[in-house]
C-alpha cells in the first residue's frame, strides 16, 4: 500500500505544505522570512553592510548642508572666499569618503548575493535529487532549469541591488527629514500631502503587477521548456519535415512568454514616472513657498538651496523605491517558484523499522499487485509472478500494456496500491529503497552519459573501479575493440550528452557500466534497441554468461530476442494473458505467436 505522506528537507513547515506546494499563495511576508533563512547565515557580512550603508548616506547628507553655508557665505557685500572653499573642501572629502563606502558596500552586496544564490542553487538541487520519478513524469526538464537559472538569477539581483537600494534610501529620506525639520519645519508641510499620494499610488501598483510578474515566470519557463523538447528533437523534426510546425508552435509559446513579459515590465514602470511627477509637483510647491519665507525674511537663500536639496534627497529615494517595489514583485514571484521547488514533498521516506537489505539470493515474488498511476485508472491488475534466483523473465506486449510500469513498481519508483512485492521472502516495503535498488542493475531504453572521459562513464556505478574491471565490461559488452581505436581510449573525453559517438555505442557503454556492477538482479528495458542484431546477440550471449545465476527481468519489443528465456509474461491491459517459454507459446498460437510472427510480415 501506498505510505502515508510525510515532509522532509530543510527549513520546510509541514503546515506551509500540500500536496507538495503551497495550500495557498505564499504572503510577501512569508517569502521574506524564507529570503532571511539564506541571508542569516552571513551575519557578518549584513551587519559591515549596514554599518557602510549608515556611513556613506550619513556623509552624503552632509553635502546640502555644507551647500547651503558656502551660498550664505557669498552673499552680495561680503562675499568670504576662504569660507567658501573651507566648506567646499570638507564637501569633496565627505563625498570621497562615501563614495569609498559605497564600493566596499558593493563588493560586500556581491559576495552576499552570490553566497545566497549558490545556497539556494543548491537547496533546489538537493530537493530535485529527493523527488520521486512521478514529479519528472508531470514536469518539463525546461521548465525546472528555468527555476535554476532564471528564477534564483532575479531573486539574486533583487538581494544585490534592491534590498541594498531599500537600506541606502530609508537612511537618506531619515536624514533627510531631519535635516528639513531644522532648516525650515513650515516647508515640510507640503510633503503632508505629496508623499502620502506617492504611497498610495505604489501600493496600488504592486498589488496589481505582482500577478503578472508570476505569470510572466510561468510562461518564460512554458516556452524553455518548449525549446529543449524540441532542440532535443532536432534530427526528428528534420526527418519529418516539421520546422514550419514547429516554429509555429515556438512562436505561439514565445508570444505569450512576450506578452507576459511586456505587461508586467509596462505595468511596473508606469510606477515610477508617476511617483516622479508628484515628487516633481511638491518641489514646485517647495520653490514658491520658499521664496515667499525668503521675501517675508524667514529663511534664507543658502537654507533655501539647502532645504530643496535635502528634499530631492527625500523625494528620489521614494521615486527610486516606486521601481524598486516593481523589480520586488518579480523577485517575489521568482522566489515563489524556486520556493514552491524546494518544498515539493521529496520521495516517500523509508519505513521507521525499515531494515537494509543483505546477502539478496535473487528470489522474487508478485502477489495480487494492483496499481495506477491515478486513482480513477488501475493499469496493473491482479498481477502476479514467481521469479527464482539465475531465471530470466521476460515481459513483451503492446504498448501501453504495462511493461515498464511492472519495473516502476519493483525498484520502488512508485507504490502499489494493492498487493505485495518481495525478494527472498521480505516484503520490499520493509526495506530500505536505497539497498532495494542497490539489488538491481537497470539499463534503459533512453541512453544517458555524462560529460566525462568513457572509463569514468563505464565506471559511474561502481566507486572505486579498477581500469581491469571496465576493461572486463567493456570487453564483454563488445565496446573494447571500438574504445581502443579513440586517439585517448578510454581517456577519451564525451561531449554533452556523448554527441561525438553514435546510439548504438552510447547504448553499449551503459550496457558495459551495467556489467561493472555486482548486484544479484538485473533489469533491462529495451536496452539493446539501438544495436544491430548480430551485436544484440553477441550482447545477450555476454550478458547471459556474465548474469549467470541471477535474476533478470526483460523489456523487450524484439521477440526474436528473448527466445532464451526461462519465462516470457505476454502482458495486455495490465493483465497477464500468457506466460511460457517461447516454445510454449508458440505452440499455443495465441496472442503472442501473433505478435511474433507479425515482426516478420512484409507489406
Request: glycine share 6%; with cysteine.
Amino acid at each position: 500500500m501506498r505510505n502515508p505522506t510525510s515532509m522532509g528537507g530543510r527549513d520546510i513547515n509541514p503546515n506551509d505544505i500540500k500536496q507538495g506546494a503551497f495550500a495557498k499563495r505564499p504572503a510577501k511576508k512569508y517569502i521574506m522570512k524564507r529570503l532571511w533563512k539564506y541571508l542569516g547565515r552571513w551575519k557578518l557580512i549584513i551587519a559591515l553592510s549596514l554599518l557602510f550603508v549608515f556611513a556613506s548616506n550619513i556623509l552624503a547628507l552632509f553635502g546640502p548642508d555644507l551647500s547651503g553655508k558656502a551660498i550664505d557665505a557669498m552673499l552680495p557685500g561680503g562675499t568670504d572666499f576662504g569660507t567658501v572653499f573651507h566648506y567646499a573642501w570638507i564637501m569633496i572629502a565627505c563625498y570621497a569618503a562615501s563614495g569609498i563606502l559605497s564600493y566596499l558596500l558593493s563588493v560586500l552586496m556581491t559576495r552576499l548575493s552570490k553566497n545566497v544564490t549558490a545556497a539556494m542553487r543548491r537547496d533546489v538541487f538537493e530537493r530535485l535529487s529527493a523527488l520521486p520519478v512521478s514529479f519528472f513524469d508531470k514536469h518539463q526538464a525546461g521548465d525546472i532549469i528555468s527555476v535554476i537559472s532564471y528564477d534564483i538569477d532575479t531573486v539574486n539581483t533583487s538581494l544585490s541591488n534592491d534590498l541594498l537600494q531599500i537600506a541606502k534610501s530609508a537612511i537618506t529620506v531619515i536624514g533627510s527629514i531631519a535635516m528639513m525639520l531644522i532648516i525650515a519645519p513650515k516647508l515640510m508641510l507640503v510633503f503632508l500631502i505629496t508623499v502620502p499620494a506617492s504611497l498610495l499610488f505604489t501600493r496600488y501598483t504592486s498589488r496589481k503587477v505582482r500577478p503578472m510578474y508570476r505569470k510572466r515566470s510561468a510562461k518564460l519557463g512554458a516556452m524553455n521548456g518548449f525549446a529543449e523538447e524540441m532542440i532535443g528533437g532536432q534530427k526528428t523534426t528534420r526527418a519529418l519535415n516539421a520546422e514550419d510546425s514547429i516554429i509555429s508552435r515556438f512562436d505561439v509559446k514565445n508570444a505569450e512568454a512576450v506578452e507576459a513579459y511586456t505587461d508586467a515590465e509596462c505595468f511596473a514602470t508606469l510606477m515610477g514616472p508617476s511617483v516622479n511627477f508628484i515628487n516633481n509637483i511638491s518641489l514646485a510647491l517647495v520653490s514658491v513657498f520658499g521664496a515667499l519665507m525668503f521675501i517675508a525674511g524667514q529663511i534664507t537663500p543658502g537654507q533655501i538651496g539647502s532645504f530643496v536639496l535635502y528634499s530631492r534627497k527625500f523625494s528620489g529615494p521614494i521615486n527610486e523605491a516606486a521601481n524598486i517595489f516593481g523589480e520586488l514583485q518579480s523577485a517575489f514571484a521568482a522566489a515563489e517558484r524556486v520556493f514552491r521547488l524546494i518544498d515539493e514533498l521529496p520521495e516517500k521516506p523509508d519505513a521507521a523499522d525499515a531494515g537494509v537489505l543483505r546477502d539478496v539470493y535473487g528470489d522474487v515474488l508478485i502477489k495480487d499487485v494492483e496499481f495506477g498511476y491515478v486513482p480513477e485508472r488501475t493499469i496493473i491488475k491482479n498481477f502476479n509472478l514467481d521469479a527464482k534466483k539465475g531465471n530470466l523473465i521476460a515481459i513483451v506486449g503492446p504498448t501501453g500494456a504495462g511493461k515498464t510500469t511492472i519495473i516502476n513498481l519493483l525498484m520502488r519508483f512508485y507504490d502499489v496500491d494493492k498487493g505485495e512485492i518481495c525478494i527472498d521472502g521480505t516484503n520490499i516495503y520493509n526495506v530500505t529503497r536505497d539497498s532495494l535498488r542497490r539489488a538491481y542493475t537497470m539499463v534503459l531504453q533512453d541512453t544517458w552519459l555524462f560529460s566525462g572521459t568513457i572509463f569514468d562513464n563505464i565506471a559511474y556505478g561502481k566507486e572505486g573501479a579498477t581500469m581491469d574491471e571496465v576493461v572486463a565490461a567493456a570487453k564483454a559488452a563488445r565496446m573494447h575493440s571500438f574504445i581502443m581505436r579513440l586517439p585517448d581510449g578510454y581517456n577519451t573525453v564525451l561531449s554533452d550528452n556523448a554527441t561525438n559517438i553514435s546510439k548504438g555505442q552510447k547504448q553499449l557503454l551503459t550496457i558495459a557500466r551495467a556489467m561493472l556492477l555486482d548486484s544479484e538482479m538485473l533489469i533491462l528495458d529495451e536496452a539493446t534497441s539501438n544495436v544491430d542484431t548480430q551485436t544484440e546477440r553477441l550482447i545477450q550471449a555476454a550478458m547471459r554468461k556474465l548474469m549467470q545465476d541471477r535474476t533478470c527481468f526483460v523489456i523487450a519489443h524484439r521477440l526474436s530476442t528473448i527466445s532464451n528465456a526461462d519465462l516470457i509474461l505476454v502482458m495486455k491491459d495490465g493483465n497477464i494473458i500468457e506466460q511460457g517459454t517461447h516454445e510454449q507459446l508458440l505452440e499455443k498460437k495465441g496472442f503472442y505467436s501473433e505478435l511474433y510472427y507479425s515482426q516478420f510480415e512484409t507489406y
